[in-house]
């Protein structure tokens, strides 16, 4: 659902992403860590088409994608680093805007709306966006990103100023959406929340691929942290470093 | 989409296109109506950057994939609806104070007033879908943008003093019409425009 091969992206003469490649399937949770500056919104703007990129190639949802290419966009849902919205409408019109962009019937973007309004306890009132705090923010601009049933999710930081409850359920949300064949690719520096749930973890580092393991050969490369409190994460911070 | 558009540029930029108009009706007491020109020449970084200050961030349009032309056209019609709407509350309320009204005058303004603003949306469209926003060096783009819109906008304004020669009301509306179509058949074609040029901003 998602493939990348060799990917470059250069920003004049510093390259910031280098020989990239990444196949992620359907049905397939796969997270990309890295600490900050390693070219990780950069992959994610790439992906969404916001960014040219030098070499390499792109598959999602069986399209090849460029800067002029958009048919996948009606199957994606991207979340971006910075949040998007509207701070001039309230969450509810803002929700029915954004199902007007997606061209979706009145009638199924009405119980959608009222489906993630509840989902992620949004408020019904007709209170203006920019009052609210960045963690009501990045829930509306989340639940947009849901709006359309999209099959592939690319999302840049879904848990960053999240609180624990909400994590803990988009976490779960996550994971049905897998089960249901959606394949999700996420980049975070936040390796609590992605642990139970990814099934693959790339690590990024200078712009290139450290590795990309499953659960499973995560937990026997950090064997040799077993003394450690959580030897995955020792595992993880010292390939980082 | 183009209820929300409208709502949400009501919301942000009425009252800033009504200080826009009022500057135009106070300049307009003052001299005449000729001098137009040199308010939208002061204005033209409204039109020709509109996009980039759009109160609706463009990576959403792009991101899910909406429909550009739509867009445009929205915001198009918010713009020459609303500077239209202060125009004419400020030609009332000049009316209610002064109370002088020259018919033919007022019809002669409404007509220059309408062709410049048409004029300049055009242009804007022109030049914030053009090549020109593709140039790194943003001293080029900014130089280019308001040489061509300047040019445009003076050889629209000689054109139409030309026309106020003839001094006939029928021919001054023919402009306006052919205005509008070119508008209109530019916002056709734009559905070819899935994305706008500049937000491919490799500098970030």
Redesign the interface.
């Known amino acids: 659902m998602i493939k990348i091969e060799g990917l470059y992206k250069e ?1 004049g003469n510093k390259k910031v992403l280098s020989n990239l490649n990444l196949d992620v399937k359907s049905g397939e949770i796969q997270a990309v860590l890295g600490i900050n500056g390693t070219g990780k919104s950069t992959l994610v703007n790439i992906l ?5 990129y030098q070499k390499g190639n792109i598959i999602i949802a069986e399209e090849k994608i460029s ?2 290419k ?2 996948y ?2 199957k994606t849902g ?1 979340l ?1 680093e910075n949040p ?3 701070d ?2 309230s969450v509810v ?1 803002y929700l ?3 199902s ?3 061209n979706l019937p009145i009638l199924t973007a009405k119980n959608k709306i009222e489906e993630l309004i509840e989902f992620f306890d949004l408020p019904k009132s007709n209170q203006k966006i920019r009052v609210y705090s960045k963690g009501m923010k990045k829930k509306v601009s989340l639940a947009a990103t849901l709006l359309h049933n999209p099959k592939v999710l690319i999302l840049d930081e879904p848990f960053a100023n999240l609180d624990f409850i909400a994590t803990q359920k988009l976490v779960k949300y996550f994971d049905n959406l897998a089960k249901n064949k959606c394949t999700l690719l996420i980049v975070s520096h936040q390796f609590d929340a992605l642990s139970n749930v990814c099934n693959k973890f790339a690590l990024l580092k200078n712009g290139k691929m450290e590795f990309n393991l499953n659960s499973e050969e995560l937990s026997n490369l950090s064997k040799r942290y077993e003394n450690s409190k959580d030897p995955v994460r020792t595992y993880l911070e010292n390939q980082i470093l | 989409m183009l209820k929300y558009i409208c709502i949400i540029n009501l919301k942000s930029f009425v009252f800033l296109n009504f200080i826009a108009v009022a500057f135009i009706i106070f300049f307009m007491n003052i001299y005449k109506f000729e001098y137009f020109i040199l308010i939208f020449i002061l204005y033209q970084i409204l039109f020709f950057r509109q996009y980039h200050y759009s109160i609706i961030d463009i990576r959403l349009l792009y991101i899910t994939n909406a429909d550009i032309s739509k867009f445009l056209f929205a915001n198009n019609l918010f713009i020459f609806l609303s500077f239209n709407f202060w125009f004419f509350v400020g030609k009332f309320v000049l009316f209610i104070f002064f109370g002088y009204c020259c018919f033919i005058e007022i019809i002669n303004g409404i007509l220059m007033f309408n062709s410049l603003l048409l004029g300049s949306i055009f242009i804007g469209n022109i030049i914030s879908s053009s090549d020109i926003v593709t140039y790194k060096n943003i001293f080029v783009q900014y130089l280019l943008s308001i040489l061509f819109f300047n040019l445009f906008l003076t050889f629209l304004f000689v054109f139409l003093k030309l026309i106020y020669l003839f001094n006939n009301l029928f021919f001054k509306l023919f402009i306006i019409f052919i205005e509008f179509t070119a508008i209109y058949l530019f916002n056709i074609s734009t559905k070819k425009i899935k994305y706008f040029k500049y937000i491919l901003d490799d500098k970030n």
């Open positions: 920003y969404a088409g916001l960014l040219n800067v002029n958009y048919k966009k009606e991207f971006l998007i919205y509207v001039s409408l019109e029915k805007f954004v007007t962009l997606y």
